[in-house]
């Protein structure tokens, strides 16, 4: 159980392209989801937080307007990567939460390795 | 906010032999911490956790001790395998926020 799928795995494409990331609870409802950027050999950076039905929480330094967020359903979180540019290129990661409580733990897709030329 | 640290940065082991991983953090309210093993670019898979009212939590070769007067909890890994070498992260959370703060990572090689 808790599976939790990211799609595409791998993304190539030009500057100025916007590129949208899917995650998905496949089994399981997630009212919180979580998104993530991987530098190599680093830790996780939590990006923005995303709600069910509401504006996603963003962290310091995360420009809303290039990461658009939006988590329409209890199963689907996505990503997009407006008028990405060489210094976006990264490892994408999401995760969700199973269940209610905050005390539960996080489950992440298989993360999305973007590269812009 | 919380600070996590973890260390060492990289262990390399023999296989058979165990793998002690260190966290500390500076939340005292914090209280959930789970494990994380992420294998070269794939997903981080949780491991084990362990929340604040237990010590100890074992789950076959893992076990993870909680300290929470120091604020200190590891991961032990016993008779380790080629199969265990991955990044192992650390993550501690409180009952306030809905995020987890990460370590930064360890890099365990167990060598054959």
């Known amino acids: 159980g808790a599976v939790v799928s990211q799609h595409p795995s791998r993304v190539i494409c030009k500057s100025g392209t916007s590129v949208k990331i899917e995650c998905r609870s496949l089994?399981?409802?997630?009212?919180?989801m979580f998104w993530y950027r991987q530098f190599p050999k680093k830790s996780l950076m939590l990006m923005a937080t995303s709600n069910e039905g509401s504006k996603a929480t963003y962290e310091q330094g995360v420009e809303k307007d290039k990461f658009l967020i939006n988590h329409a359903s209890l199963t689907l979180s996505t990503l997009t990567v407006t008028s990405a540019h060489p210094e976006d290129s990264s490892f994408y990661i999401c995760?969700?939460?199973?269940?209610?409580?905050?005390?539960?733990?996080?489950?992440f897709g298989d993360g999305t390795r973007l590269s812009i030329l | 906010g919380e600070n996590v640290e973890q260390h060492p940065s990289t262990l390399s082991v023999q296989e058979g032999d165990s793998a002690v991983i260190k966290c500390t953090y500076s939340?005292?309210?914090?209280?959930?911490f789970p494990w994380y093993k992420q294998e070269l670019g794939k997903r981080p898979q949780l491991i084990i956790d362990i929340r604040s009212n237990v010590g100890e939590k074992k789950d076959q070769r893992i076990a993870v001790t909680l300290n929470k007067t120091a604020k200190h909890f590891s991961l032990h890994i016993t008779e380790t395998q080629p199969e265990d070498s991955a990044v192992y992260f650390c993550?501690?959370?409180?009952?306030?926020?809905?995020?987890?703060?990460f370590g930064p990572g360890t890099r365990l090689s167990v060598l054959p």
């Open positions: 939340d005292s309210a914090s209280n959930y």
């Open positions: 993550a501690a959370k409180d009952n306030y926020g809905q995020n987890f703060v």
């Open positions: 089994d399981f409802q997630a009212t919180t």
């Open positions: 995760s969700a939460r199973q269940g209610w409580s905050f005390n539960q733990p996080q489950h």
